[in-house]
């Protein structure tokens, strides 16, 4: 039954970093897009879309220095979940106003280039 368990896991965390390879070519494809029609607009959106993967990669790590308290168990749905909604949270976060501004510096560095 491990072993089945174990595999699913496996999957899982197989299906994740998949997903970040594919989200990384993405960003890349978007932005050379947005050069390409030199369209600021769409620049603007690659730039928020980065400083929300950066958000999440540094919600996950805090996350991971917070102790768990054993209230519920650490089970992989838990995981799932938690990294879901750390998502989740990075989009909203850069997308309400200015986010945490890294979006907006970002693009003024960048729309100097197209």
């Known amino acids: 039954m491990n072993s089945i368990r174990n595999l699913s896991v496996n999957n899982v965390i197989t299906q994740a970093n ?8 993405n960003l890349k494809s978007k932005i050379n897009n947005a050069e390409k029609t030199k369209d600021n607009q769409k620049l603007m ?3 928020k879309e980065f400083e929300s993967i950066f958000i999440h990669m540094m919600l996950k790590q805090m996350r991971s220095t917070v102790p ?3 209230i519920t168990n650490k089970s992989t749905a838990r995981e799932i979940f938690e990294d879901m909604y750390d998502q989740e949270v990075a989009k909203q976060v850069s997308n309400q106003g200015e986010g945490i501004g890294i979006a907006k510096v970002l693009y003024e560095q960048m729309k100097n280039s197209i």
């Open 45 to 47: 959106e690659v730039c």
């Open 18 to 25: 998949i997903q970040k390879n594919n989200n990384v070519e």
């Open 68 to 70: 768990d308290s054993g």
